[in-house]
């Protein structure tokens, strides 16, 4: 038995063609070397699905005499998991997190729909994120209290961003954001009470203390990131590596 593997034709993915699989009653296919083209990603959010699995049309066929007798073609796609996957090794990212690494996370008072704010099902949310995003809620909380505020909660504006989503949706630049790795958040700032100010300073002293220990963006960034030059937002990393000078 011998099998013809080619490039879906029904679908508007550039997946190639890979080398001929070895003959036999079973076979693997090795997909081309990545990295793939970084335009084939759709630029709208979500994007649909089937727009960016890898697919590939699978026939086997016995040549007999001169006779050749083919199967009925199968077309085999990638997984949603092994889709988001896909963009961290076509953008060629330092780390491409394991198929297991992927779920729908929470934490007590973050929900699913607050932790991922990609374009797929399934995100990333460490658990030091998890952790650290409570601590700061509860911190936030006392702080309110104490300048005579109602705590009604934390908005998150971001947390899990797949690469795709970063960099040509949400118009990041930091190429290794780790909003990709499920390492960061951004909290909403200017609805809480005290002027924003004061509330991202407030929120700087949180983010220091050995409770919470993650890194701060500074104010400058911050105001870079939109057009306004505005305190918008606090955001929270708990990166593995160093926090970066001034954070």
Not at 32 to 58: M, N, V, Y
């Amino acid at each position: 038995m011998q099998w013809e593997v080619i490039d879906a034709p029904e679908d508007r993915v550039g997946s190639g063609n890979p080398s001929a699989p070895a003959a036999g009653a079973e076979t693997v296919l090795r997909v081309p070397s990545p990295p793939h083209p970084t335009a084939r990603w759709p630029r709208d959010h979500p994007g649909a699905l089937e727009k960016k699995a890898l697919a590939f049309r699978i026939r086997a066929f016995v040549v007999n005499g001169s006779d050749t007798v083919w199967s009925e073609p199968r077309t085999i796609r990638q997984h949603e998991t092994d889709v988001v996957r896909q963009e961290y090794i076509d953008y060629q990212k330092k780390t491409v997190p394991d198929r297991g690494a992927w779920g729908t996370p929470e934490s007590p008072n973050f929900s699913r729909r607050e932790l991922n704010t990609g374009d797929y099902s399934v995100y990333l949310a460490e658990p030091e994120l998890l952790q650290g995003m409570e601590r700061v809620r509860e911190a936030a909380r006392l702080y309110l209290s104490d300048v005579g505020y109602a705590f009604r909660g934390l908005t998150v504006t971001s947390a899990f961003r797949n690469p795709v989503h970063h960099l040509e949706h949400a118009g990041g630049t930091s190429v290794e954001s780790t909003h990709q790795y499920g390492l960061a958040a951004d909290i909403r700032i200017w609805d809480l009470g005290p002027p924003r100010e004061e509330v991202f300073k407030e929120f700087y002293l949180i983010a220091k203390h050995s409770a919470v220990s993650a890194c701060y963006e500074p104010e400058d960034v911050v105001r870079r990131a939109n057009r306004a030059r505005e305190l918008t937002h606090a955001h929270f990393d708990w990166r593995s590596s160093p926090c970066p000078p001034r954070w």
